[in-house]
């Protein structure tokens, strides 16, 4: 394969990451890893350092319209960064111990965990009573509706929160995703903040997450230009793509399609790596 | 009266808080939007200038990681591709440019978490700058 071939293959890949992962709300990364390494044959070393890319790029490309609608509640996340920043911290470290074989198993983990949130009914937590130490932290805000009303929330177990926030920031350290899953997780069902607050604040978190491992992975090698390059400008393009249709595409559908793909892949990445191919 | 006074300063006061919240939303907005649309040129120029000079040669054996860091890795070696026009130290650079949008975004919470007096908050965005800071040099490579 031409180094040209090789890129405009991956354009093409990255450009479609981009865009299932700002219609479905997953980070880039949890498309870019099969790509490269179940159909580009790179090595997972190679594949970690792109999707740290993607991360960070789906982070700050749709980050700048989130921060405008003002729902990112920047306290919260902020508070939970020391949590995902140790963990990532961690996880940088116990990757050194890692073969493929067990990266490909805990990624296809991750990926089983993705897909049963995106089936899971989502629940908005109206009227929830926060906890003493979440109002103590100024934890709770308020985000502004459609009707233009201002919606006022509490949240509670932060103790909770903060635990899986570090297992969290150690999964993306490991795996160069943005664990967007379990940032969700943490917040929507243990701290029972509101959805959309959980997804903005989960977005603005992962690109500060993955920047913490990304610039450690930079200094060994496992950003590679070649495969920067297209993730980077392919991941960027179709986020842009994704966040237009958003606002006229019904998702449901193409989520099904996306979760039943997710799958798939993850059986092929947990059978793939207990078998030793990677 | 007196009551309605201290009503409509509070008032003002509340609507000069929102104003500012919102300008320094604007100003993380456009940082972001700024950085990642740098971080993208860059990455485009150093692209264009790979295919041109690498584009017909058979692509890097990737499936074998290589453990010998190359200059790629360190700032020297990225600066020094990147001023001698070779094509992946203008691509690190875009990397490196894309890293600084989040690092932006958290300095730029730690500037509002001061002005607003909020010392619990710019203690803990400083706490996660330093985490980021110290991981990056000590973290083994």
């Known amino acids: ?278 | 009266m007196k009551e309605e006074k201290t009503n409509v300063s509070k008032e003002t006061q509340q609507t000069t808080e929102v104003r500012k919240k919102r300008d320094m939303n604007r100003i993380i907005g456009n940082t972001l939007r700024y950085g990642v649309t740098i971080a993208c040129v860059i990455a485009l120029a150093g692209g264009a200038l790979y295919l041109i000079q690498n584009g017909n040669e058979p692509v890097k054996d990737y499936s074998i990681f290589d453990p010998n860091h190359p200059a790629y890795t360190n700032l020297r070696g990225i600066f020094s591709g990147f001023f001698n026009f070779q094509a992946w130290g203008v691509i690190q650079v875009a990397v490196i440019a894309l890293l600084l949008t989040p690092i932006m975004r958290v300095v730029l919470s730690l500037l509002d978490f001061v002005q607003e007096r909020d010392w619990l908050y710019a203690a803990v965005t400083s706490l996660v700058l330093a985490i980021i800071f110290v991981n990056s040099i000590t973290s083994p490579v």
Do not use: W
């Open chain 1, 1 to 278: 394969m031409t180094v040209l071939t090789f890129t405009i293959i991956l354009l093409i890949g990255a450009y479609l990451a981009g865009l299932l992962g700002s219609l479905t709300g997953l980070g880039g990364g949890v498309v870019i890893i099969p790509l490269l390494t179940l159909c580009l044959g790179v090595d997972f070393q190679y594949a970690i350092g792109g999707a740290l890319v993607a991360s960070i790029a789906t982070s700050s490309g749709s980050g700048s319209a989130y921060v405008k609608e003002g729902i990112t509640n920047i306290r919260l996340g902020m508070f939970l960064e020391i949590a995902t920043c140790i963990g990532a911290v961690i996880g940088a470290l116990v990757a050194i111990y890692l073969n493929n074989n067990i990266i490909a198993v805990i990624f296809g983990f991750v990926l089983i965990l993705t897909v049963i949130n995106q089936l899971r009914r989502k629940e908005d937590h109206e009227n929830v009573v926060g906890s003493e130490t979440a109002r103590r932290l100024k934890l709770y805000g308020s985000f502004p509706q459609k009707d233009g009303s201002v919606r006022h929330y509490q949240l509670t177990n932060v103790g909770g929160g903060f635990g899986v926030m570090v297992v969290a920031g150690a999964l993306s350290g490991i795996l160069g995703i943005g664990s967007g899953v379990l940032k969700v997780l943490a917040m929507d069902s243990i701290m029972k903040v509101p959805f959309k607050v959980s997804t903005t604040t989960s977005n603005f978190m992962m690109g500060v997450t993955a920047v913490t491992s990304a610039v450690v992975y930079l200094q060994r090698g496992n950003i590679e230009p070649g495969i920067a390059f297209p993730v980077m400008v392919g991941v960027l393009a179709g986020a842009l793509t994704g966040a237009r249709l958003l606002k006229t595409l019904d998702v449901t559908v193409l989520r099904k399609i996306f979760c039943v793909a997710i799958a798939l892949v993850a059986a092929n990445m947990i059978y793939n790596g207990f078998a030793g191919n990677f």
